[in-house]
């Protein structure tokens, strides 16, 4: 149940594998350090996805990864060979559009400044919310440019989320929005992972990204991906399923494990992406997986046997 047990599980034998699996019948799976690296789908993973569909298992996809909007998601899964619909799909961008116009009713002649990429402009736009501000990619600055950084009064928020060609331009106009106090825009973080795993290493990811205007407003965001309230009520109130049957599946302690642990479910930790299995047994670490594994891949070999 909820992941604050003192000392996580480690699986590591087949018969501890099929145990694990028979307790549980819905996996919430995270993608980026999980599923796959990029567009590097990790070893096992697709044997274990179709073993676990083929033996009634039901798999949910929740991302942070704020890119792609889940029409596109469809398509990213598709290609690697893992089918998925737009409805088991919840991605931080998701999140982001369903809290600005559900929980916000985000005002119709207001729009939204993007540091952020497809998958924010995309899912705002399938929600009615315009959005400005991608197209600024690759608009450098001059130093005599600064006259052009001018109020937008149609600005009601600035969402940022993973923008790989963020820029000062960007981050200027955006500072000068939320600046703005008689404008009181809203500040909105699509997640705020420190990091993300690539087929290489980890990388600075969109809680990094965000900090230039974190220290110049003096202010924090609101933030929708895991392990946070926006993120677990769009998947709580599209999905009942028995939190007592449902898994939490990430390769996190602070946004994948923690979701878990928020959403009252048990979670497994993988050792492919970020957080490692010291810092998972660390006594002094908060929020702890019920159980670790290797590789989500590892299950595979229970439908080799
Ligand atoms: C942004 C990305 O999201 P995930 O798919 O892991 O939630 C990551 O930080 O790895
Ligand atoms: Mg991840």
């Known amino acids: ?22 307790k549980y019948d819905t996996f919430l799976l995270d993608c980026d350090g999980v599923l796959w690296h990029g567009s590097h789908v990790l070893d096992g993973i697709l044997d274990t996805v179709k073993f676990l569909r083929e033996n009634g298992k039901q798999l949910v996809f929740v991302t942070n990864n704020s890119t792609l909007s889940r029409k ?28 600005l116009r559900n929980i916000l009713n985000f005002p119709k002649d207001k729009r939204v400044f993007v540091i952020g990429e497809s998958g924010i402009v995309d899912e705002l736009k399938e929600v009615g919310i ?16 600064f006259g052009s950084i001018e109020q937008d009064p149609t600005i009601g928020a600035v969402v940022c989320g ?4 963020i820029n ?60 946070n309230q926006p ?35 048990a979670t497994l930790m993988v050792l492919t992406g970020v957080s490692t299995e010291e810092e998972a047994v660390d006594p002094n670490q908060p929020i702890k997986p019920s159980y670790i594994i290797e590789s989500f891949g590892e299950f595979a070999k229970v439908g080799q046997e």
């Open 231 to 265: 993120m677990l009520d769009c998947f709580f109130s599209n999905y009942h399923t028995d939190p007592a049957r449902t898994c939490m599946v990430g390769d996190r302690l602070d946004t994948d494990i923690a979701f878990g642990a928020n959403g009252n479910i």
């Open 72 to 99: 596109n998601y469809v398509k990213k899964f598709e290609k690697l060979g893992i089918h998925a619909s737009e409805k088991d799909i919840f991605s931080s961008s998701f999140a982001t559009a369903v809290y």
């Open 168 to 227: 000062y331009r960007k981050l200027a106009k955006a500072f000068t929005y939320l600046n703005n106090k008689e404008q009181n825009a809203h500040f909105i973080l699509t997640n705020d992972d420190s990091t993300f795993p690539a087929p290489n290493g980890v990388f600075p990811g969109t809680g990094s990204l965000c900090q230039p205007l974190v220290a110049a407003l003096k202010r924090q965001p609101m933030v929708m991906g895991k392990p």
């Open 1 to 22: 149940m909820p992941s604050t047990t003192t000392v996580p599980q480690k699986l590591t034998t087949v018969d501890q594998y099929k145990t694990f699996l028979d």
């Open 130 to 145: 315009e959005t400005c501000g991608a197209s600024d990619t690759g608009v450098v600055m001059a130093h005599g440019d």
């Open 162 to 165: 993973f923008d790989i060609n």
